[in-house]
């Protein structure tokens, strides 16, 4: 047959709209772990002892292909994520942003337009200390 449409009622923006009715209370202080890729942003946010409250990428957002490693979905992730924690009554916020991608500094802007402080901002990436090993010296 076909694919059947189901309108949006007014209020939905997305698929992590319905968890703001059904959050917690969260706590004041909590920890927001940005991996931003080329291909994709995942903004999780943990309370201090690192379990997860609530997550989200560019894709939850509905971003598809090139479009999910830009910075307008990266802040668009972390917009769904702040509003839920917005909601639960957070307040104070601090970032561990690991990753080489585009949407780095886009969600860490958007959690300060959204009304959180900012405790502190710090870069993860893991970095290589070795070289490779040098090849053998060849035998003619």
Known sequence: MGK????????ESGPVAGKALKTK?????GIAHVYS???????TLTNEQGD???????????????K????????RAAGLVADV??????KEVAFRVKGVG????????????????VDSI?????????????PKPRRV
């Open 4 to 11: 059947k449409r189901v309108a949006k009622k007014l209020g």
């Open 68 to 75: 999910k490693g830009t910075p307008y979905a990266a802040s």
């Open 37 to 43: 890729s080329y291909n994709n942003t995942l903004i």
């Open 25 to 29: 209370s969260l706590p004041q202080k």
């Open 85 to 90: 924690a917005k909601n639960g009554g957070m």
């Open 102 to 117: 585009s949407g780095r500094e886009s969600a860490i802007r958007t959690f300060i337009s959204k009304g959180f402080l």
């Open 122 to 134: 710090k870069d993860v990436t893991p970095l290589p200390h070795g070289f490779m090993k040098p």
């Open 52 to 66: 997860k409250l609530i997550s989200s990428s560019a894709g939850a957002a509905g971003f598809s292909g090139s």
